[in-house]
């Protein structure tokens, strides 16, 4: 079975600064997905960014960036110019795809960050 | 991308009695799935809805306790049964489309047993 790990609970940055959120996952698995979700107080779950495994070029989406270091097995999400709209619960998830479509998620224990002026 | 609603939003539930949540997607999706999140926890998957037949429970979920149904590729509902204060949670739909591996949440409906 496949666990995520996401160390850090609670983070703080202030806006415009640049942060990283870690996330550590453990599969013996080739092919798969990794993907970040962004959970604001409405509790809207939002697909922020994702990650193919068999890609080595790290996905990015506007400010969001990921480094993604597969031998490591390590994801991490990195935010630039934060701004308070960022302020949420961010998800760590992996996916271990059925053909063609989209399988069950397992996520991670989130991160709570807080965007400050 | 689908979008996704459920309904109710929230509820307040006496113990013992059932509560039937709805999931609508407005376009045709492969898989459908309900994840629970307790209160300040991740997401845990309690089962994938398959269309026109039973849904495939996680370890932990019977379908006792949460039956499922998916008559279409766009509906599905989960029921949760004789309730206890434990399932006062946050229950939550979502699906994934044929050639794209990504999910979508619908906005969740929060559960209070008392």
């Known amino acids: 079975a496949q666990t995520v790990t996401q160390s850090q609970p609670e983070m703080s940055v202030q806006e415009a600064e640049t942060v990283t959120l870690s996330c550590t996952y453990d599969t013996s698995e080739s092919n798969y997905y990794l993907f970040w979700y962004k959970q604001p107080p409405s509790r809207q779950m939002i697909l922020v960014i994702r990650?193919?495994?068999?890609?080595?070029q790290n996905a990015t989406e506007n400010r969001f960036s990921v480094n993604f270091q597969k031998a490591a097995k390590s994801f991490s999400l990195k935010i630039s110019d934060s701004q308070l709209g960022d302020t949420a619960m961010y998800f760590c998830?992996?996916?271990?795809?059925?053909?063609?479509?989209?399988?069950?998620?397992?996520f991670g224990t989130g991160t709570r960050l807080q965007v400050t002026l | 991308s689908a979008v996704i609603s459920q309904k109710p939003s929230r509820d307040i539930c006496q113990r013992g009695t059932s509560l039937t949540i709805q999931c609508q997607v407005d376009?045709?999706?492969?898989?459908m799935f309900w994840y629970r999140q307790q209160p300040g926890q991740s997401l845990t998957l309690i089962a994938t809805?398959?269309?026109?037949?039973?849904?495939?429970?996680e370890s932990g979920f019977v379908i006792d306790k949460f039956p499922i149904s998916r008559p279409n590729l766009t509906f599905s509902t989960l029921t949760v049964s004789n309730m206890s204060p434990e399932d006062s949670s946050i229950y939550l739909c979502?699906?994934?489309?044929?050639?794209?591996?990504?999910?979508?949440f619908g906005p969740g409906t929060r559960l209070t047993v008392t």
């Open positions: 809805a398959n269309q026109g037949s039973e849904a495939t429970y």
């Open positions: 376009s045709q999706v492969t898989m």
């Open positions: 998830a992996f996916m271990k795809p059925l053909t063609g479509t989209a399988s069950k998620l397992t």
């Open positions: 979502s699906a994934g489309t044929s050639g794209n591996y990504e999910q979508y």
């Open positions: 990650q193919e495994a068999y890609k080595q």
